[in-house]
T-cell receptor, first 113, second 114 residues
């Protein structure tokens, strides 16, 4: 596709519900990042993939958060047993290689009620 | 580890006036520096980046930034702003070379007043 695509754009979940957020990176991009952007804050790093390998997951806030990229293309961020503090915009970015520009998707706004 | 400080959470400025958005960083290693813009309900768009070379970096939409290593700053400037520049601007830093995660500041909302 022309850019990074994220779906859904908006998600409302009841507390305790599991959610799955999808990211379609730019075709051929090796690197993929997930960020969490809370209201009024800058994006905060969650995890990084190089192809299908998850090389850094140091930013995942708890073991309720899980990300995968099984074929080195589409990635899914899963949040189990959602809590109100999980409400945020989740941004995905892809990058062709080191020292190249990272392209961001429009994000998924998750609201936990 | 790196960190970024954007002291100004909001900056109002009249149309056609100059603007400077401040950014200071801290790092124990060489860094790459970035400015991103985020329009309402949009993703982040790269305005400009400093990787190496000239400390004055020019970006899109008439913006420029200067890397000052001694002051650990990377302030963003534009000589004459337009209404369409109203957005949130994020300064970001990463270590240089290879894979390095990007650390963002808390953002500065630029409000251009007609």
């Amino acid at each position: 596709g022309a850019g990074v695509s994220q779906s859904p754009r908006y998600k409302v979940a009841k507390r305790g519900q599991d959610v799955a957020l999808r990211c379609d990176p730019i075709s051929g991009h090796v690197s993929l990042f997930w960020y969490q952007q809370a209201l009024g804050q800058g994006p905060e790093f969650l995890t990084y993939f190089q192809n299908e390998a998850q090389l850094d997951k140091s930013g995942l806030p708890s073991d309720r958060f899980f990300a995968e990229r099984p074929e080195g293309s589409v990635s899914t961020l899963k949040i189990q047993r959602t809590q109100q503090e999980d409400s945020a915009v989740y941004l995905c970015a892809s990058q062709a290689g080191y020292n190249t520009e990272a392209f961001f998707g429009q994000g998924t706004r998750l609201t936990v009620v | 580890a790196q960190s970024v400080t954007q002291l100004d959470s909001q900056v109002p400025v009249f149309e056609e006036a100059p603007v400077e958005l401040r950014c200071n960083y801290s790092s124990s290693v060489s860094v790459y520096l970035f400015w991103y813009v985020q329009y309402p309900n949009q993703g982040l768009q790269l305005l400009l980046k400093y990787l190496s070379g000239s400390t004055l970096v020019k970006g899109i939409n008439g913006f420029e930034a200067e890397f000052n290593k001694s002051q650990t700053s990377f302030h963003l400037r534009k000589p004459s702003v337009h209404i369409s520049d109203t957005a949130e601007y994020f300064c970001a830093v990463s270590g240089s070379g290879g894979y390095q995660k990007v650390t963002f500041g808390t953002g500065t909302k630029l409000q251009v007043i007609p």
